[in-house]
């Protein structure tokens, strides 16, 4: 039987791998959407902020479909594996990661990148004092990613299918326990994953009230 | 003279809106020149183009005689720096907002600290290097954002509306700044504003723009010794009275605004005038005077408001008056609400527009 720990492990390391691989293209469009003008720029958003509500099991249905052994990616052998579920994951909270970055870069006072300029700044230099300017701002798209990868359920349970020492997390753990009327762990791994979830939320606010300049 | 600063026929427009309309203008240097005009006239944007900030959509500009294009817009921003009118803070500290601009520099450590502590004396903020500079308020904002630019030691200065929406005490501290940086370093400085008694006391040259034209250019005696209708149409200018002028045998006229009050004024001319005297040229007495000055009005001191080391007084003499004057001398005559008092100004005081 394998311990709570390990489980625990096996989730943080499953969705962290999941927010990893999507701020690494997450953060560059939402950067892109937030700085440049560009024609087609409010399409691209509008569709980042409606996908903000993407239901996991029709992403998980749709990945399925991808990755099973008759499907186009089928030959890659990714399902019931922990990177199936990343994948799946980073694709769920991609639009979160973007508009969160969009939207705080879009909060930055306009004058900040003029205030750069005329203090002697280039064009890029300009930017990357808007970017330091949503610090703040990077640190919240990556916490509201990670912890809406962590708590679903949908992905999963559909791509990794709760298999005991390889794909099972607190989520999978937890809804699969219930259901065999197992009540003790189950609610020992909730109480885990809100602390999870909050511990995250607390270490931000905390860095948040960091002078943003300091390592500058 | 050397200008610093020349642009010509430029034209900026945004969409259908023409925010600059063929502007010409030399600014020469080491003055302190003033873009004089009401809100919405164009001062921002021609200030942003001479900043490098912003592109016109047509003319040029010229930089110390060498034309400022694509490859030389670099060296525009890195000798001159501008102020806005609505302040601009990075979210850090005072310290590191004023450094910003030394390290891109390239200034060393012990360098930056000694120009930011010189930058915060020259504003009269001492010790403020930790506070964080979204923090202050509003006046110490601005004179951190001066001292931003003050630290750069750079040759062109650029203030829009530097003074907008402060108190007494924060507007003389930054006026004193601006032409210190003026007297003392030479540097030149362009400064936009509505307010015509800023210009008039701190700058050399002046230029009115109205609706993104230059309607009026000269120094500053020749703007305001003789003020015209498009600048009396924005000036907040007080004492405005208009009335029946009736020329008189001396060679000067007679202007009836009402009331019983016949202003004498150095013109020669019939019919209906408007006319103003400035608040600062109206010498107040507890006694009639025997002078030279051909208008003297007995009033009541109608109001009394406080602007620090001045006093504006309102003295109703059959019309409003708005006068200036000392706190000493206001202390000194003992004046109240309700105060006898004697109003009397040159006839060349008397301003016809």
Redesign the interface.
Known sequence: METILEITLRSIAISGTATLLSASWGVPIGILLGLERFRGRFIVKGLFNALLGLPTVTLGLLLYLVLSRAGPLGFLHLLYTPLAISIGQSILITPIMVSFVTNSIESV?P??K?????????ET?ASL?VL??TKSGFLLAITASFSRAIAELGIALMLGRNLVGKTRVLTTFIALTTDTGDFAPAIALGVILLMIVSAVSLTINFLQRH???SR? | MESSIEVKDLTKKYGDITALDNVNLKVNRGQIFTVIGPNGSGKTTLLRIIAGIEEPTSGEMYFNGVRVDKDSLSDVREKGTMVFQRTALFNTTVQKNIAYGLKLRGYSKKQIEAQVKDALSTVKLEGYEKRWAKKLSGGEQQRVSLAMALALNTELLLLDEPTANLDPKNISIIEETISWVNRERGTTVIMATHNMFQAETLTHRTALLLGGKIMQMGTTQEIFGAPSKDLASFARLENVFSGNSTMLEEGTSVIDVGNGLQIEAPIKQTGKVTLFVRPEDIILSAKPLTSSARNMFRGRVAGISDLGSLVRLRVDAGKEFVVQITKRSFVEMGLNLGSEVYLVFKASSVHVV
């Open positions: 006072e004058e900040i003029d205030l750069a300029k005329t203090l002697g700044a280039s230099q004092a330091r300017e002078d943003s300049w500058a």
